[in-house]
T-cell receptor
């Protein structure tokens, strides 16, 4: 079945540091890939997505590229801010039976300190 | 404003009681979902519905029940058979029933605590 593995946290960075959160996946076929963000006590918000190989999703300074050859979708941001502190989830849909269901990674908690 | 609402935000239940969590969307989406979130475990799918009057079990359906009598509503009942119901529950919806590219939109969640 489908699975998503993302780097364990927590991750603590200083403001303006470079961020990478690694995400790899296992799926048959051609899944779509997503990054969601969850702020404390809230639901999830879509951060970005990519629906086919070599697509780059981007939003609010965050980027991730769909790499089929390495089955990866790493999240990056060049300069983080305190307001980026949240939990980040990598997810996929498609690629097999029940293809519209989302499979999530366990989440990576990011803390940005001034 | 279009969106997904969940109520209540916090819910307390005594052991042995059933409780129903509300989820309403005005996005005109066909598909709706219920997830459970536990610390360090990500989100796990409880039930989903692609169309009115139809729903399917997800990965952890035992001890839960749902109904989908209206397109905009997908309530979740946590029954006394659920062994460990204390968790954060998230409802989501998406536009199409089978689109792998669809984004799921999430509500703000309900935190259920069993006393």
């Amino acid at each position: 079945g489908n699975s998503v593995t993302q780097m364990e946290g927590p991750v603590t960075l200083s403001e303006e540091a470079f961020l990478t959160i690694n995400c790899t996946y296992t799926a048959t076929g051609y899944p779509s890939l997503f990054w969601y963000v969850q702020y404390p006590g809230e639901g999830l918000q879509l951060l970005l997505k990519a629906t086919k190989a070599d697509d780059k999703g981007s939003n609010k300074g965050f980027e991730a590229t769909y790499r089929k050859e390495t089955t990866s979708f790493h999240l990056e941001k060049g300069s983080v801010q305190v307001s980026d502190s949240a939990v980040y989830f990598c997810a996929l849909s498609g690629g097999g039976a029940g293809s519209y269901q989302l499979t999530f990674g366990k989440g990576t908690k990011l803390s940005v300190i001034p | 404003d279009g969106g997904i609402t969940q109520s209540p935000k916090y819910l307390f239940r005594k052991e042995g009681q059933n409780v129903t969590l509300s989820c309403e969307q005005n996005l005109n989406h066909d598909a709706m979902y219920w997830y459970r979130q536990d610390p360090g475990q990500g989100l796990r799918l409880i039930y989903y519905s692609q169309i009115v009057n139809d729903f399917q079990k997800g990965d952890i359906a035992e001890g839960y029940s749902v109904s989908r009598e209206k397109k905009e509503s997908f309530p979740l009942t946590v029954t006394s058979a659920q062994k460990n119901p204390t968790a954060f529950y998230l409802c989501a919806s998406s536009p199409q029933r089978t689109g792998r590219t669809d984004t799921q939109y999430f509500g703000p969640g309900t935190r259920l605590t069993v006393l």
